[in-house]
């Protein structure tokens, strides 16, 4: 008989079947193909900045000339990239760049639109100046040995910056976890070219799992199709065991008679039960979730609208913690637009909807028709929503994910 789990229980069991992380080191100064995520502390071996440094262009003064009146000579000229050619002493000054080094003996920077220049060769201070003014200090921004970035930090052009200048050359990321994806059915049709005949629909789901896989920073390293024969799918998934960390099947995981994903898992792995076979969630609650010859296998439905949610709410977690990312399922809460009344029955429920900002307010709207037969307003959907109670009151909190970027309209 097949164990039904609870969502819970199937999400814990999934993070647990996730496929070991790799790593691998990428140089910082090279062009960013991904974005992946740091797997070791990174300490900056130099102080940032590494020098005392102008922030304004203008004139370096030494502390007994904050507060005069006085002629003051000039004695340097610094540009940014060169070296003080002398120490300041009281009643002189250094010409200064932004981004140059000061000279010794420098307390602050007057702007040069707070002198008076006599001639090439003196100025005159005409307000008084703090000390520290215009200066960083070496060592402001990070010093030496600090940890300027914690293992999981994206490594994208914003992280890059800050290591580059950090005199950093690699860095250790998590490395693309690899994922093969099979869709089974008899009734599905690859290619737009070849019509249609009565019964077969066109394959849909591998796209948006292609494309999220992806996005997430795996590697998609294959696209099948197969007929629902369970010899066929046998041979499909073990063609890829050990090669890949992740098979995502969707198709043939519920009971029916053609419904040959189950067996072939369970044959596969050699066990009379799988880890998770059923869920009490809807949409997508056959869902198949196993470990074999050193690749997690994740059996969908071959529901495009319920795959979408099932892989939203458990696949995509596991291949998350093996590239690094933080474990958050539901990392976010919006507050409902509108009330809700679902039938009461023990599954969770995931519904899709549209989340925006409403002023500071994160806002979800459920969409209307909810039936998996509705595939067409996935294009509208950029979050999924979590209901564990039947009725719900516009402005209640739900948690909440978001299933693309809410800064895509």
């Not at 995981?253 to 044959?267: C, I, L, M, Q």
Request: charged fraction near 20%; hydrophobic fraction near 45%.
């Amino acid at each position: 008989m097949t164990h039904v789990s609870t969502y819970d229980e199937a999400l814990e069991t999934v993070i647990a079947l996730a496929a070991p992380c790799a790593v691998t080191d990428v140089d910082v100064w090279a062009s960013l193909d991904r974005h992946a995520r740091i797997a070791e502390a990174v300490r900056t071996g130099i102080d940032l900045p590494p020098f005392h440094r102008s922030m304004m262009d203008g004139y370096a003064v030494h502390q007994a000339d904050l507060d005069t009146q006085a002629p003051l000579a000039i004695v340097d000229d610094i540009r940014a990239g060169e070296s003080p050619r002398c120490d300041l002493s009281p009643g002189k000054v250094a010409k200064v760049r932004t981004g140059a080094p000061v000279p010794n003996g420098a307390a602050a920077v007057v702007r040069q639109e707070w002198v008076d220049v006599i001639d090439d060769k003196a100025i005159r201070i005409v307000r008084p100046v703090r000390d520290g003014e215009s200066i960083q200090p070496a060592g402001e921004d990070a010093k030496a040995g600090h940890v300027i970035l914690e293992p999981g930090s994206v490594l994208d052009p914003q992280t890059q910056t800050i290591l580059r200048a950090a005199g950093i050359g690699q860095v250790r990321v998590y490395k693309p976890c690899r994922v093969a994806i099979i869709a089974t059915g008899s009734e599905l049709v690859s290619s737009v070219n070849t019509p249609l005949q009565r019964g077969q629909i066109y394959a849909a789901s591998d796209a948006f799992l292609a494309g999220a896989v992806r996005d997430a920073g795996a590697t998609v390293t294959d696209i099948a199709f197969i007929q629902d024969d369970l010899r066929s799918i046998e041979q499909a998934i073990t063609a890829h065991l050990g090669a890949v960390d992740y098979i995502l099947l969707t198709g043939g995981a519920s009971v029916g008679d053609t419904d040959f994903v189950k067996a072939a898992v369970r044959n596969i792995a050699g066990v009379d039960q799988l880890p998770v076979e059923r869920v009490w969630m809807r949409p997508g609650s056959p869902f198949i979730a196993a470990r074999a010859h050193g690749t997690t296998i994740f059996g969908m439905s071959g529901n495009p609208a319920a795959c979408f949610v099932q892989f939203h709410v458990l696949a995509l977690h596991a291949i998350r913690r093996t590239l690094g990312h933080p474990s958050d399922t539901f990392p976010l809460s919006a507050i409902l637009s509108r009330d809700l009344a679902i039938k009461p029955v023990k599954h969770v429920r995931f519904h899709r909807g549209r989340a925006r900002l409403d002023g500071t307010t994160l806002v979800v709207e459920p969409q209307l028709n909810q039936s998996s037969g509705i595939l067409s307003g996935l294009s509208s959907v950029n979050a999924i929503i979590r209901l564990d109670q039947s009725t719900y009151q516009k402005g209640e909190t739900v948690p909440l994910l978001f299933t693309r970027n809410p800064l895509v309209d």
